[in-house]
């Protein structure tokens, strides 16, 4: 998923460097030689539509399933420091109502899942 916290810039140029230079970079250079198997893959799927529409798929794919991710935690299991970001942007509630509430919901959550 690419919803993380721990990412640097160097674990992202990792995972693009590993994941894509490399792998594309051995494809390529497989396709010009005749002693690799894959000789003249890549340009025949480069021809092909279908090979378009995949690419899109699995993006739009990818996108869904990351976006569902976070709606899911949102609404099913929302964490404490969402409802906490939630009381702050009200402005109907003045600070010392705010805490109530926040208050009540802690300990409402941790009377529910007998937590100390």
């Given at each position: 998923m690419m919803f993380t916290k721990n990412m640097t810039w160097i674990s992202i140029g990792a995972i693009v460097f590993l994941s894509f230079v490399l792998y594309f970079a051995y494809f390529f250079?497989?396709?010009i030689f005749t002693t690799f198997q894959i000789y003249r893959v890549v340009f025949s799927l480069l021809k092909s539509p279908h090979?378009?529409?995949?690419?899109?798929l699995v993006f739009f794919l990818s996108v869904i399933i990351d976006f569902l991710y976070i709606v899911i935690i949102?609404?099913?299991?929302t964490p404490l420091y969402l409802l906490y970001k939630a009381l702050l942007e009200r402005k109907a509630l003045s600070p010392e109502e705010r805490k109530e509430t926040f208050e009540k919901i802690v300990s409402y959550l941790k009377s529910k899942t007998n937590r100390p």
């Open positions: 250079f497989a396709d090979f378009y529409l995949l690419l899109v949102r609404e099913v299991d």
